[in-house]
C-alpha cells in the first residue's frame, strides 16, 4: 500500500508540472495587458491655454473677434498603468478664464424719433473648477508620448457673457489632446484644445461659445 501512495503521488506532480491536460503547455499571457501597481499619490501641475479670432453668437450676427485664455493649477493621480500607457484622474484647480468681446447694448436716440443699440465689447474675468476629468497616456518612448483627455466643470464670470441676457454662472466642457515631452526638469505638454462654456439653458439666452485653442502644460 505505502509502496502504491508513493506512485500515485509521484505521478500527480508530474501532471501538475505538465499542466491540466497533461503535455498541454499552460497559456502565455501578454504582460503588455497586464495592469501594473500603482502609487496612488497626487502630483501637482500647471497648463494655460490659449485661442483668438473666434466665433461669437452676437444681436448683429456672428464675429469673429473674441479671444479666450485659462489657465489652472492641475492634479494627477494614477488609476491604472499599462506597459505602453495609463490612465490618469486630472482634476483643474481653480481655473482663471479671461473671456474678451462679449457684448453690451447702449440704447441709443436718433433725430427723428428713432431708438437703436449701440453695441460695445467687454472683457469678463471668471473663476471655477473642473472636478471631473481624466486623461489616456500612450508611451512612444522613454520620453516622448501622447496625451488624449477631457473634462468637465463651471465657472463664474464677473458680468454676463457673452451677452448681456445671459448669465455669470457657466459650465465648462473640454477635450483636448498633444504630446508630452520628459526630461529630467519634469513633463511639458504641447496640444490642441477645444473648450465649450455655456450656461446651460439656465439663461434667457445661451448662445455657447466653442474655442479652438492651443495649450501647454507642465508637471514637475
Known amino acids: 500500500m505505502v509502496v502504491t501512495v508513493a506512485i500515485m503521488s509521484?505521478?500527480?506532480?508530474?501532471?501538475?508540472?505538465?499542466?491540466?491536460?497533461?503535455?498541454?503547455?499552460?497559456?502565455?499571457?501578454?504582460?503588455?495587458?497586464?495592469?501594473?501597481?500603482?502609487?496612488?499619490?497626487?502630483?501637482?501641475?500647471?497648463?494655460?491655454?490659449?485661442?483668438?479670432?473666434?466665433?461669437?453668437?452676437?444681436?448683429?450676427?456672428?464675429?469673429?473677434?473674441?479671444?479666450?485664455?485659462?489657465?489652472?493649477?492641475s492634479a494627477a493621480r494614477l488609476i491604472a498603468r499599462w506597459r505602453f500607457g495609463e490612465v490618469s484622474f486630472?482634476?483643474?484647480?481653480?481655473?482663471?478664464?479671461?473671456?474678451?468681446?462679449?457684448?453690451?447694448?447702449?440704447t441709443v436716440f436718433y433725430n427723428g424719433g428713432g431708438i437703436g443699440l449701440l453695441p460695445y465689447k467687454k472683457t469678463a474675468f471668471g473663476a471655477g473648477l473642473i472636478p471631473v476629468a481624466a486623461e489616456v497616456t500612450l508611451?512612444?518612448?522613454?520620453?516622448?508620448?501622447?496625451?488624449?483627455?477631457g473634462g468637465g466643470g463651471a465657472a463664474y464670470f464677473d458680468r454676463r457673457i457673452p451677452d448681456p441676457a445671459e448669465t455669470r454662472f457657466n459650465f465648462l466642457a473640454d477635450g483636448h489632446t498633444g504630446m508630452?515631452?520628459?526630461?529630467?526638469?519634469?513633463?511639458?505638454?504641447?496640444g490642441f484644445r477645444l473648450q465649450h462654456i455655456s450656461n446651460g439653458?439656465?439663461?434667457?439666452?445661451?448662445?455657447?461659445?466653442?474655442?479652438?485653442?492651443?495649450?501647454?502644460g507642465f508637471r514637475p
Not at 501594473?36 to 483668438?52: I, L
Not at 508611451?139 to 483627455?149: F, N, P
Not at 508630452?180 to 504641447?190: A, D, E, I, R, V
Open 90 to 106: 486630472t482634476p483643474t484647480l481653480v481655473p482663471a478664464v479671461i473671456a474678451t468681446a462679449n457684448r453690451e447694448y447702449e
Open 139 to 149: 508611451h512612444l518612448s522613454d520620453r516622448t508620448g501622447i496625451v488624449v483627455g
Open 10 to 73: 509521484a505521478r500527480s506532480g508530474a501532471q501538475a508540472a505538465r499542466g491540466p491536460a497533461g503535455d498541454v503547455p499552460a497559456p502565455v499571457v501578454d504582460s503588455s495587458l497586464i495592469v501594473r501597481p500603482v502609487d496612488h499619490h497626487w502630483s501637482y501641475g500647471a497648463w494655460f491655454a490659449g485661442g483668438t479670432h473666434e466665433p461669437i453668437k452676437t444681436r448683429e450676427g456672428h464675429m469673429e473677434d473674441r479671444a479666450l485664455y485659462v489657465a489652472g493649477v
Open 201 to 216: 439653458g439656465t439663461g434667457r439666452v445661451n448662445p455657447g461659445m466653442d474655442t479652438r485653442m492651443l495649450y501647454i
Open 180 to 190: 508630452y515631452l520628459h526630461s529630467s526638469f519634469g513633463t511639458t505638454t504641447f
